[in-house]
């Protein structure tokens, strides 16, 4: 009988498919490093709009300038001279340096800008004043004169402003003053600084130049001459025998009316210190103010 052969079991075990999320291939996008990335980009861009918004543009620059003057109008007696202030307003964006010069002169003048004043640097918005002297000659009297100056931006030379100065000769002019003397006078004081009027006793300046110092109004318009006593002097006797006291006036502002003529209008300008004191100095606030005067000797008395 044939025997039924045994046939051996295989050892070997069948696969068994693994489906679980572990068995994935390593070779696969790290999630951790997509989000690292992501991460590193928004960063990236929100620094970027915060430097942005902190940076300012630059401002648009612009340049502008206009001119006026104090007074106008002068009368002098032919070989004669008077004076102008001539006022400068920066009306640009910005600081700037502005030349001053003679544009025309048919009035055949001799003209002359205040010594360190042909160029003048004047902050955006502010005002600087410059004293013109203007010299006529013997031969132009009885006449009506005129010469033009100009002010001319350095920032944009294309800026520029000009002032007719108006003069006229059909004037005589009466005595010359001296040390001693008692005096009837006019007179517009300005700052320096800023050109704002601080006091005035010309009836045109309060009409027509409204640019004053805090407090000044038409409550302080006053139209009468002003009288100076002993003009020239610092004591009796002193530097004149014809000096019966001190003069009563402050110190640049009675010099300057030392040697005028009645009728003639000249301006001076004044340090504080021959003014009213450097700050901290007095008590009246025009301390330490460099000033402008325009004086017109009205008479000697």
Not at 25 to 50: E, H, M, N, T, W
Not at 74 to 83: L, M, N, P, R, V
Not at 126 to 138: G, L, Q, Y
Request: glycine share 8%; with cysteine.
């Amino acid at each position: 009988m044939a025997r039924r052969a045994n046939r051996k079991k295989s050892s070997q075990k069948a696969a068994i498919p693994n489906y679980r999320e572990d068995s994935k291939s390593a070779s696969g996008p790290d999630p951790k490093l997509a989000i690292i990335a992501l991460l590193l980009v928004v960063l990236l861009i929100g620094s970027g709009l915060y430097l942005s918004s902190i940076v300012e543009e630059a401002p648009e620059v612009s340049y502008g300038v206009q001119a006026n003057l104090l007074t106008n109008d002068h009368k002098t007696e032919a070989g004669y001279d008077t004076d102008f202030v001539l006022i400068i307003i920066n009306t640009g964006s910005i600081t700037d340096t502005f030349d001053v010069n003679l544009k025309s002169n048919d009035g055949g003048f001799t003209i002359s800008i205040e010594d360190n004043f042909d160029s003048v640097i004047v902050e955006k918005g502010k005002r600087k004043p410059v004293i013109i002297n203007v010299e006529t000659s013997e031969s132009s009297k009885d006449l009506l004169l005129y010469a033009y100056m100009e002010v001319r931006s350095r920032g944009d030379p294309t800026q520029t402003a000009e002032v007719k100065l108006n003069v006229d000769t059909n004037h005589n002019f009466g005595n010359q003053t001296s040390t001693g003397d008692s005096v009837s006078v006019h007179y517009a004081g300005i700052l320096a600084s800023n050109t704002k009027l601080f006091d005035s006793s010309m009836e045109y300046i309060w009409d027509n130049y409204m640019y004053r110092k805090d407090g000044v109004t038409d409550q302080n318009r006053h139209i009468s001459t002003l009288n100076a006593n002993n003009i020239g002097c610092d004591g009796e006797g002193y530097p004149s025998s014809d000096c019966e006291g001190g003069r009563g006036m402050i110190k640049g502002f009675d010099a300057k009316m030392v040697g005028m003529y009645e009728g003639q209008t000249l301006s001076v300008r004044i340090p504080a210190k021959d003014a009213y004191g450097e700050a901290g100095q007095s008590s009246s606030d025009l301390a330490g103010e460099d000033l402008i005067f325009t004086i017109e000797m009205v008479s000697i008395d």
